[in-house]
């Protein structure tokens, strides 16, 4: 059983940034595929980037140069670093993590991003 935890959302200023990170039990953390998406009142979950296990990132057109994702496997550990953040960056933010090893997708509990002035 995998299990995921989110911290370091909150409330900013727009032009503010956040760093979001989600860390994973389980043994097998470097050889996983880890995500972030996220999901705005009234709208469906997005994706917002994606890391895969040897390291090959992958962002959503919204967030290109504004956002970026990275992982450090000593520490089980997948972050999104978000710059320049607009009212639509809004959203709970989700990590999700998976792989063939696994039966599923996991996800985490989401944490709450506000940029409001």
């Known amino acids: 059983q995998v299990q995921l935890v989110e911290s370091g959302g909150g409330s900013v200023q727009p032009g503010g940034s956040l760093r979001l990170s989600c860390e994973a039990s389980g043994s097998i953390f470097s050889i996983v595929n880890l995500g972030w998406y996220r999901q705005a009142p009234g709208k469906q979950r997005e994706l917002v980037a994606t890391?895969?296990?040897?390291?090959?990132?992958n962002y959503a057109d919204s967030v290109k140069g504004q956002f970026t994702i990275s992982r450090d496997n000593a520490k089980n550990t997948v972050y999104l670093q978000m710059n320049s953040l607009k009212r639509e960056d809004t959203a709970v933010y989700y990590c999700?993590?998976?792989?063939?090893?696994?039966?599923?997708?996991?996800w985490g509990q989401g944490t709450q991003v506000t940029v409001s002035s």
């Open positions: 999700t993590l998976n792989s063939f090893l696994l039966d599923r997708d996991y």
């Open positions: 890391v895969t296990a040897n390291g090959l990132t």
